[in-house]
């Protein structure tokens, strides 16, 4: 059974007494240079269900962060050492449920919000947000297959919480850090070193690195920055 993490075991985890006091109050990014209008068109395409991947438009419906949209394939959840992904028998690739899962667009999705302060991006993130998580339980399916992918999802979560951080509910921050602190453990655990994965490697250890500095003020926190 995948773990689930009550409101009660978080705080014990982190050490502390309310969700909020774990998170890093200093953004990590900087945002006050963006003022590029396209995020505005590029997140209106989110909002009409259009991606791009891989210099292919995808006009998506309801997402199945599972499927390759290419081929069609989809891949079971099952505990993550149990797909396979490379060398199959037909023509699906792991790479298009990985790219989506990155979730770059929700990057682009609190960039608009931040430009135009209009809740439309913010409760688009938020139902996908909260789809992802049901959908893909910790170390459940193609999604938590590569330690890499998972570093850069992280990223991607935490540059959300700053972006949004000014709307996102009790119950959303509370589930975006459990989240974010499995993505930490998952990571730490599935460390991809070899002298062929040196690139992931890197991501793995910048991405433990982002999410310590996102939960500093607790001990985990700290000991991924270490």
């Not at 667009?105 to 608009?112: N, S």
Request: glycine residues 4%.
């Amino acid at each position: 059974h995948p773990l689930v993490l009550s409101n009660s075991k978080i705080l014990k985890i982190l050490e502390v007494n309310d969700l909020s006091t774990a998170i890093n109050p200093i953004g990590i990014f900087n945002i006050a240079i963006i003022q590029d209008k396209t995020i505005i068109k590029e997140a209106d395409k989110i909002i009409n269900k259009e991606y791009m991947l891989f210099c292919k438009s995808y006009t998506i419906k309801g997402l199945d962060w599972h499927k390759d949209y290419n081929s069609g394939r989809i891949w079971n959840k099952k505990h993550f050492s149990r797909l396979k992904y490379e060398n199959l028998s037909d023509s699906s690739d792991a790479k298009f449920p990985w790219e989506l899962s990155r979730l770059h667009h929700f990057t682009t999705l609190g960039l608009a919000y931040t430009l135009t302060k209009n809740n439309i991006y913010y409760v688009e993130f938020k139902t996908q947000f909260y789809s992802w998580i049901k959908e893909n339980p910790y170390q459940i399916g193609i999604n938590w297959v590569m330690p890499m992918e998972c570093a850069i999802r992280s990223i991607n979560l935490i540059q959300s919480y700053y972006l949004f951080q000014e709307v996102i509910e009790p119950e959303l921050l509370s589930e975006l850090i459990k989240t974010i602190y499995l993505h930490g453990k998952h990571i730490e655990e599935n460390l991809e070193w070899s002298p062929e994965k040196e690139n992931h490697y890197l991501s793995d250890i910048t991405g433990l690195f982002f999410i310590g500095i996102f939960l500093r003020n607790t001990a985990i926190g700290k000991s991924w920055i270490n």
